[in-house]
């Protein structure tokens, strides 16, 4: 029984919940054996007894557990599956019940079918129109209101059918026009994912209905809701060569209309924005890092860069990394100091202490910079390759070459030991190979200046290369 799928659903459950499963397994209406209440306590009281102390080895094997409950009977295991097969049903009635309970919409759907089933026709049109009432009232747009909307108008549709009153149209426009909104609103959603996940991962989709959505949408978008406005531009902008005003339109409309979304919703549509200005940063097009840093500023200011009042350490970093680019130092410093509180416990020191030293080393304060790094705990693989680069930038604008060598050389051996960093290897090897190179250029020879330069221009796989195109020039 240890590894049947009764006792591994079982183990999911908290206190709290046990406990009312046990009142729904008693309740007659749900269950009528009292073997399966038998079978379910005697699992509840093991299973607590596993989190408190431990159990003994063969608490949960089937024919120890029949003689515990019929002590006077001859184990069968056919009766032994049985019972586990109905308190099984008992309890996925009990799940699939909780998540009833979570969603009273569904609850007042249901009652409205069954006053259409019992042609209790008053009770019907009363909860029909205070559902209608409070759908109008609901601020917030998803492919779940939409779909609310659409159940809504298909029972007044069959509601009226059933009056068999050949003068009273049963509502289609309103039923087709709602049906539209829940199909678009997903269809639009699940494609910027499709989309997202392609560029990511290089997946190929087959999307036969996209070409007449499109062509539909071009001519009539502005006739949705703000839901499939949104969504429509954001599929422009994955989808389009020529999408700058795709762009420029998406943003315009999600910053409009963004309090009618979710907190989920938004981050989400935020984030394929802040994709596309990373595309296209990293297509050499570098007007778009003010506006990668103003989707940032929005997110921040409306506080959807907080999950659960927490910001992620990769979010805290790539903020700091596009302010400094701009040479924003007291907005970055004022962020730094106010959010790291808001980091994981676990990763705030760390991150604190590597924003304050890229701060540092923009402000050229290279002394600060070396005793900020020295200080971190290198416990995470993609923070000890920023900070080891960091470094390496640091002791090379101090120019202590002999502190350099020594921290190239193993710096190399790391990256060589380290078997999980995929395609970083080549870039942070290629850094190191060019810094070496550069240190070994003489002084004033311009041909060679030259030479290294157009190596650094035609090597794609590189970390740092603007820097090491700056110090090349300026040597």
């Known amino acids: ?25 008693q309740s007659p209406f749900h269950n009528q054996h009292e073997e399966v209440i038998a079978l379910f306590q005697y699992l509840k009281k093991e299973l607590k007894h596993k ?65 259409q089933q019992k042609q209790l026709n008053k ?32 029972n007044h549709s069959h509601f009226l059918e059933n009056q068999h009153q050949r003068h009273i ?24 994912g499709m989309f997202n996940y392609q560029q990511m991962i290089h997946i190929k989709y087959e999307l036969p209905l996209l070409a007449p959505i499109s062509q539909h949408l071009q001519q009539h978008w502005q006739q949705y809701s703000p839901f499939i406005q949104v969504y429509y531009h954001a599929l422009l902008i994955l989808t389009k060569v020529d999408n700058e005003t795709h762009f420029r339109q ?30 296209r940063l990293n297509q050499g097009n570098s007007q778009f890092i003010q506006a990668l840093f103003d989707l940032y500023k929005a997110e921040i200011e409306r506080g959807s860069i907080l999950n659960d009042n927490i910001l992620p350490p990769l979010m805290y970093k790539n903020i700091v990394a596009v302010a400094l680019s701009l040479k924003k130092y007291d907005w970055v410093a004022d962020f730094i ?9 676990e990763y705030a ?11 540092h080393f923009e402000q050229k304060k290279y002394d600060k910079v070396v005793l ?55 870039h942070y090897l290629n850094l190191i190979k060019f810094v070496h190179q550069l240190l070994r250029l003489p002084f004033k020879d311009e041909d060679k200046q030259k030479k290294l330069q157009a190596q650094i221009e035609a090597t794609d796989e590189l970390v740092e290369k603007d820097w090491l195109l700056e110090k090349v020039k300026d040597y």
């Open 1 to 25: 029984m240890q590894k049947s799928k009764l006792v591994a659903v079982l183990k999911e459950l908290s206190d709290k919940e046990l406990n009312r499963l046990e009142q729904f397994v």
């Open 51 to 115: 989190k408190k102390r431990g159990r003994q080895e063969n608490a949960l094997d089937k024919q120890f557990i029949f003689q515990q409950l019929f002590p006077k009977k001859k184990y069968t295991d056919l009766r032994v599956r049985h019972l586990m097969s109905l308190l099984l049903k008992v309890v996925e009635a009990f799940l699939a019940y909780q998540i009833y309970e979570t969603q009273p919409q569904q609850t007042q759907l249901y009652l409205l079918e069954a006053y």
């Open 123 to 154: 009770h019907f049109q009363s909860n029909l129109k205070n559902l209608q009432k409070a759908q109008q009232n609901q601020s917030i747009l998803n492919p779940q209101h939409f779909y609310w909307q659409y159940q809504l108008e298909k």
């Open 169 to 192: 149209e049963p509502n289609l426009q309103a039923l087709n026009d709602s049906l539209n909104h829940f199909y678009l609103a997903n269809k639009l959603k699940y494609y910027c």
């Open 250 to 279: 998406f943003k315009e409309l999600l910053q409009r209309f963004q309090a009618q979304f979710s907190e989920k919703e938004c981050r989400n549509l935020y984030v394929l924005a802040r994709n596309y200005c990373i595309k």
């Open 337 to 345: 100091d106010e959010y790291k509180v808001k980091l994981p416990i």
């Open 349 to 359: 020191e760390n991150s604190y202490a590597f924003a304050l030293a890229r701060l």
């Open 372 to 426: 900020l790094l020295n200080q971190l705990a290198y416990d995470e693989l993609f923070l000890s390759l920023d900070a080891k680069r960091l470094l390496l930038k640091t002791y090379y604008e101090l120019s202590e070459d002999e502190a350099l060598y020594s921290l190239m050389d193993s710096f190399r051996a790391f990256i060589k030991r380290r078997e999980n960093i995929a395609y970083h290897r080549t």
